[in-house]
């Protein structure tokens, strides 16, 4: 018996709407799933929808869509202001992601600035599991996207999702975007022999099986366990494209899709990451 299809896609733009934009750009480098901004990823505005856009989007069964929250999301911020307007934009995002049709919403885990850690995962509770419990049974689950390391990031090594999803008492609208680059800037080695495979054991083993919804696979520009969230394009960097067929080939990860947010903007360097992911793939 052969593993699920894992789709390969990436981030598109959406300059002219998401669906007119996001699907051409999608077509033009050979994505087979696609993830958006539903809103500007470095400020606070939360826009309506286009619904005749949204329809279209949300009718494409065939091309797996994925929500990024915008980067500004933290809740574990002390600041009650940043919080406040965090709850807000990602509750906005999963409603928005709905109306698309969207599998997922992904959140960065954030940071807890100033404060505790533990005051920081207190707060992930209070906020975070009503979110959970507003999404319906057809909405999009929440994927936690792990950091690089850097400053007091809640969390970075696969292992820190433990606490994350006891706070949010596993609830079944919670899940996991897993980053290449996050990953090995955080210390996990993908690139050793062996390392993909201890690694999203290592995830499993924390999360639980069926977690894993998403793959952002980027490749790094630093070394392991530099902390620093620079991306590659696959194969150029320090992970290698070895690593990527690993990933592949891991049983936790058949079917997941994987989006590429790797450097360049116009189609050359993107559609020669697809093509190069799929050939990895086993096309």
Not at 118 to 144: C, F, K, Y
């Amino acid at each position: 018996m052969t593993s699920p299809h894992s789709p390969v896609g990436a981030h598109v733009p959406v300059a002219g709407g998401l669906a007119t934009g996001g699907l051409k750009y999608a077509a033009e480098i050979g994505a087979e799933a696609i993830q958006v901004f539903v809103s500007n990823p470095r400020g606070w505005a939360l826009p309506a929808g286009r619904p005749a856009e949204d329809a279209r989007l949300r009718a494409r069964d065939d091309v797996p869509v994925y929500v990024h929250a915008p980067y500004l999301v933290n809740f574990g911020s002390p600041s009650e202001e940043t919080l406040g307007k965090s709850i807000a934009t990602v509750r906005h995002s999963l409603e928005r992601g709905r109306a698309i049709g969207a599998r997922g919403v992904v959140v960065h885990t954030g940071s807890a600035v100033s404060q505790s850690y533990d005051a920081a995962m207190e707060q992930v509770r209070e906020h975070v599991l009503p979110l959970l419990e507003e999404i319906p049974d057809d909405g999009p689950r929440l994927l936690l996207e792990p950091m690089a390391g850097q400053g007091k990031m809640l969390c970075a090594k696969v292992q820190d999702l433990g606490p994350f999803f006891e706070k949010l008492e596993h609830h079944p609208k919670l899940g996991v975007c897993f980053d290449t680059c996050h990953a090995f800037a955080a210390g996990h080695d993908l690139a050793a022999p062996g390392g993909v495979k201890e690694t999203i054991d290592a995830l499993v083993e924390t999360v639980g099986a069926g977690r894993l919804d998403l793959v952002h696979a980027n490749d790094s520009k630093d070394a392991c366990g530099s902390a620093k969230d620079r991306h590659e394009n696959i194969g150029a960097g320090r992970i290698g494209e070895a690593a990527f067929a690993a990933l592949f080939g891991h049983p936790a990860v058949a079917g997941v899709p994987f989006i590429i947010e790797t450097p360049g903007r116009d189609p050359g360097p993107h559609g020669r990451d697809i093509a190069t992911l799929k050939r990895l793939r086993g096309d």
